[in-house]
């Protein structure tokens, strides 16, 4: 119940073209869904994030599209650039408020090619 | 503003060893997180901090692992003995509660190696 799925395991996309990641959950509970991107070395960084009663959220080329119903949320990267190459994970908020403690999903390595 | 600040960054150590990792938080945040991020896998929280007071230890396998923040700022995790499972990167994240935002900035992490 505690667990966010995310798929696939890696991805390779053209630069220009669109990159799709999908994450499910199980736990209605969950109150905040961010994403989250980590280049090599680094720590991950809020990139997006959404709450479950909004459907969508697009900033610049960065869309999460959310599916309250089916308990189903995916990011969107518009015209992919090989400076998105990266790890995104996919995270949602259990507890809500002091608590604020995040599930993540498994990540998903992606390379744009130029 | 500063960010994170981990160290060490990298450690390796034998199994049955002991390592410690420090963690100095943005200035002002005061919940600090400790994720342990296995290769290939999402960041795992093992224990959450608000101030100097522990909200969240439940998967912080307690017989060998053991945090502290002591004066609400710093804090240290430490591991002891080491086993070759505790091999990842342990990464340090904090958050300003009191700006209602749900931004965790996360350091640079430390990378265990055990052998």
């Known amino acids: 119940q505690q667990q966010v799925k995310q798929s696939p395991q890696s991805l390779i996309v053209q630069k220009g073209g669109i990159s799709i990641i999908n994450c499910a959950y199980e736990?209605?509970?969950?109150?905040?869904f961010p994403w989250y991107q980590q280049f090599p070395g680094k720590g991950p960084a809020l990139l997006i994030a959404i709450r479950p009663d909004v459907s969508e959220k697009k900033e610049g080329r960065f869309t999460i599209s959310f599916n309250k119903s089916a308990k189903q949320f995916s990011l969107h990267i518009m015209d992919s650039q090989p400076g998105d190459s990266a790890t995104y994970f996919c995270a949602a908020r259990s507890g809500g408020g002091a608590t604020n403690k995040l599930i993540f999903g498994t990540g998903t390595l992606l390379a744009v090619q130029p | 503003e500063a960010g994170v600040a981990q160290s060490p960054r990298y450690k390796i150590i034998e199994k049955r060893q002991s390592v410690a990792f420090w963690c100095n938080p943005i200035s002002g945040h005061a919940t600090l997180y400790w994720y342990q991020q296995i290769l290939g896998q999402g960041p795992k929280l093992l224990i959450q901090?608000?101030?100097?007071?522990?909200?969240?230890d439940s998967q912080l396998p307690k017989d060998r692992f053991s945090a502290e923040r002591l004066k609400g700022v710093d804090s240290t995790l430490k591991i002891q003995p080491a086993k070759l499972e505790d091999s990842a990167v342990y990464l340090c994240?904090?958050?300003?509660?009191?700006?209602?935002?749900?931004?965790?900035?996360f350091g640079a992490g430390s990378r265990l190696t055990v052998l």
């Open positions: 901090f608000q101030n100097n007071g522990v909200v969240d």
């Open positions: 994240a904090s958050r300003n509660p009191g700006t209602g935002a749900n931004v965790l900035t």
């Open positions: 736990n209605t509970a969950f109150d905040y």
